[in-house]
Nanobody
């Protein structure tokens, strides 16, 4: 069992930056792939970025070159560094831990980008 708590969201102007954190409790964090998703009002939840247990990363096209996912296994935490934010990045951001058939979600953190 893994519990996830996101933090770091807030209100930022377009062009600004935020760093989201996803703190995990429970055992085996380093064995999980970690994902960041987002969901804007009235839209489906979409995958933003992924980092595997081995540290490989992948990004949605709409954030490539602007966002960076990372992890610190000694702190049981995953991060999403978001730079050059746009108003269309406004959404609730969720982290997910997955391994085999197991999948755990956090409660989400709101990111609002103003023009």
């Amino acid at each position: 069992q893994v519990q996830l708590v996101e933090s770091g969201g807030g209100l930022v102007q377009a062009g600004g930056s935020l760093r989201l954190s996803c703190a995990a409790s429970g055992s085996g964090f380093s064995l999980y792939s970690m994902d960041w998703y987002r969901q804007a009002p009235g839209k489906v939840r979409e995958l933003v970025a992924t980092i595997t247990s081995g540290g490989s990363t992948d990004y949605a096209d709409f954030v490539k070159g602007r966002f960076a996912i990372s992890r610190n296994n000694t702190k049981n935490t995953a991060y999403l560094q978001m730079d050059s934010l746009k108003t269309e990045d406004t959404a609730v951001y969720y982290c997910r831990a997955r391994r085999s058939i197991y999948s755990y979600w956090g409660q989400g953190t709101q990111v609002t980008v103003s023009s």
